[in-house]
């Protein structure tokens, strides 16, 4: 669920970049681009966490 997130948030970023090199009609500003690229950062991070949390109790580590 974080991952699918994650790489939803990110293609909302991408885009606003893509519209914003090709198009110039960005959508967001500096800041925005900024507290987007962060949220899918954690939400990667997290993923990749219960990812990793998951592992080591199928393991019984």
């Known amino acids: 669920m974080y991952l699918a997130a ?3 948030v990110f293609v909302l ?3 606003n970049v893509a519209l ?16 987007v690229l962060f949220a899918a950062s954690i939400l990667f991070v997290v993923a990749i966490l219960q990812k990793e949390a998951d ?7």
């Open 6 to 8: 994650s790489i939803i």
């Open 13 to 15: 970023y991408f885009t």
């Open 20 to 35: 914003g090199a090709f198009a110039q009609a960005a959508v967001l500003g500096d800041v925005g681009e900024m507290l």
């Open 55 to 61: 592992r080591k109790e199928k393991n019984g580590s």
